[in-house]
């Protein structure tokens, strides 16, 4: 990686303020900076460090006014935040990508597969599966029989996908994940155990899905336990038999989903929430961390707590929760003080 | 798949009521069904749907006595939920399946393996390892040295059994599983730092067990983290070293149970259920999701919350925790009015 | 395994009093033992099963006077837990060690790899990957390119390491650890859908760290997310993008740390605990099982809940919150009492 401040300003749509030919070879921190990286100032609080900053190149707003002078140059930008994020993809997209097939790996005779893609070595791919261009299979990845995979995907390493998936387009599912495992349904017997029921239908994502390291989906026990388009789901989290999660919904790390739950579209589930079974949850929810949903959720609500409650609702009585050694005092010194005036009447 | 009305009446032991020859390809909802499909009606609150329905077949109670004309067969049970379990197994069996090993795979020249296997490709078998007739053994599965493997077992995609593990007859384990792993035991030392206690143990599965995708047992420190017949584990649940699970217990997905705890037979515990370390669970406990446990529990409780607490009187607890605010108002204006109250005294 | 008393006293520093020559083929639990085990006595609780144990050794403490005659040779020493950690790790390293290199595994020609490594079957190694000495990587791993590994590390059945990442030396990466997997950062857009923004970054693992099963480790944004040496996380936990956990720190099993938050040194996390992002957790924390963090911590705190609060506090608070209908009711009498007071003014 190198590049001139010019050659920067020009991917982000800024202009530079000093030597357009300033060299940089790696990003830093404004506050954690060495000579030939880029730096960036987006909250003021850290305006001071841009005038001790060794990096040689500091991503700053339209206005900024320096106070004192500068030994950096400055690329200026309408926002910097957005500015590092395009910066950021346009880096991951120089990187050099990884195609073709890599031995041994493993696809069956009636497999089919599109253009341009990279199968990694020790790749499992099934019977009848199909793959379509530009789709990057990572090693030790196992694709099970009659799954169909869109245009550009990207399946790290050790993916696990059970036969029967449906996977859209453009979507990236990281190393571990799990789609396709049986749902969790059983029936009590008379003697206390329980007789598996078999799981019969399969897990569908539709397109620009994004499936966090080491999440497991399971296949619906008939139809499709269905992510729709746009959904992000952090590492860790629990999808269970049947459930729907709507689009553009985005659920951080340890969430859990249980059957037959429909989540709405928009909504944001913090880390650790847990979401009971066979509920509806609104669109444009929100879930504050470790939240635990027991009952259906309206649109654009913003839960907190178990069993959850309006956030707001939640911190007052939190407020007073925290007092109640202090409101139990309270009333037991009023109670002897009414004790003490019965003995007048 | 195509069946005729009769043909699942027969697998189900139920009677049709319209043409026995009325063809099914596949299953749907009676509320979102297709021609040539087979749906059910156990919920009567889904009655009103079986005049409408696509579905050529529907599956009824003996005692359903319609309202209106139907254009769908009827096939009359004792128990349709029973009956779509019966026949969700019956078509599950059915389906053709795996056998044979797949190249490359890799088996040590010490390891045994019974009739009738199937051993997917970049499968591993370590040395001295046995493994019973007709298991299943999918893509990328490593199996360590001298594990024992019974009958009939299933062993998904991804899974990792450390060495010496003991998987009893007609197990399933699902992808991503990892078994045999060192439990989490560290001597602090004086410099702060922590030295680790190795973990010689292993991990025993009984038999008739379910184990989920991405869940983690740890092996034991000495002796074995037991899990035992019919337990049913969900997916990414947390067995510690020298746990012992009960027999046909069942544990939903992201519970943890640290280390030497004891839980007992015929438990119930919901999603994201922790449970702490050295602790006796007693038989017939029910936990609630997200239930938090941090002492001995006797037999048939069923408890709710963080520390958890039987559930009624949880709730009765959460109901006056919820008017937390009101009740403070109260007790300051009923103070304000001892106050008053004083002052005439 | 075979040792005599004497054998056995020697690895320990410990007095054989009885036959130095009776033999252990085995371990046992005092109270669960058999013959030709070594069982120990620590916990003064367990001192009756001596008399009745069927160990032919038992570790007891130097001070140990028995009531009664004994049928098994005993071992004095200083501290018999610690005894037994050092006879365990003994015992471990006595064991046959893996190495050598299986086939088929893919290693790429640009990789570097040092003496005495075990690399298993299936196991992928990348371009410009540096592996150290004496490092044992387990079949069906997945080593990314450009990642540098040190000495003496033990990398597990599974285990999938992204591009880039940086490995101490004396690590343990158990089985299923996914390390580097994208940070969870997305930036809205005006439609509600979500655009990816790229992570660069990289995961960075100091000396003498181990990772759980299945734990997940996200690679930051820009830079490093850092677990600095003598870290201990256990299974199924989840660091996210540019966290920094402090030295010598330990994290039990479905823990997670969201985004950007520092972590101190000589930290406890029991299980199931959140933090949420951007937050700075002071040195020698104890944050209870299920605790749920969301603002900055102190050092030598203990905190308990969510929101956590010094866990005495807690539990003053816990115990009135038990009471709470009672003071309700206790209330509402008072109140009625007033009511009629009332009256009389």
Do not use: W
Request: charged residues 20%; contains cysteine.
């Amino acid at each position: 990686m190198k590049f001139t401040a010019q050659d920067i300003a020009t991917i982000i749509d800024g202009t530079v303020d000093g030597d357009k030919n300033t060299i940089i070879k790696n990003v830093s921190k404004i506050d954690d900076s060495a000579p030939e990286t880029l730096a960036f100032l987006a909250n003021t609080n850290y305006t001071h460090h841009i005038y001790t900053t060794q990096a040689s190149v500091v991503l700053v707003k339209n206005d900024f006014t320096p106070d004192k002078p500068l030994q950096c140059t400055l690329i200026r930008v309408k926002d910097p935040y957005t500015a590092i994020a395009t910066l950021l993809n346009a880096y991951a997209e120089m990187q050099p990508q990884k195609v073709g097939i890599e031995n041994p790996s493993y696809m069956a005779k009636s497999a089919t597969i599109g253009d341009d893609i990279y199968l990694g070595a020790f790749a499992y791919i099934g019977e009848n599966v199909t793959i379509g261009n530009n789709v990057k299979i990572y090693p030790n990845t196992y694709i099970g029989d009659n799954t169909v995979i869109g245009d550009n995907c990207i399946i790290y390493a050790g993916v696990k996908v059970y036969p029967q998936s449906h996977i859209g387009q453009n979507c990236i599912i990281h190393a571990g994940a799990v789609l396709g495992s049986d749902g969790f349904g059983f029936a009590p017997t008379k003697d206390g155990s329980y007789k598996k029921i078999a799981q019969i239908g399969n897990v569908k994502l539709e397109d620009n899905v994004e499936i966090g390291a080491n999440t497991t989906i399971d296949c619906a026990t008939m139809g499709s336990t269905v992510i729709k388009q746009g959904v992000k789901l952090d590492n860790l989290v629990q999808i269970a038999h049947n459930v729907v999660i709507g689009e553009n919904t985005v659920i951080a790390s340890q969430s859990g989903v249980a059957g037959s739950t429909k989540v709405g579209s928009n909504c944001i589930f913090a880390g650790q929430v847990g979401v009971a079974g066979h509920l509806k949850i609104g669109n444009h929810t929100t879930l504050a961390a470790q939240a635990g949903i027991m009952s259906d959720v309206d649109e654009n609500q913003t839960l907190f707590g178990t069993p959850a409650m309006d956030v707001k609702q939640a911190f007052r009585i939190e407020a007073v929760k925290r007092k109640l050694p202090d409101l139990r005092r309270d009333l037991n010194s009023l109670s002897k003080k009414i004790k003490s005036l019965d003995l007048d009447l």
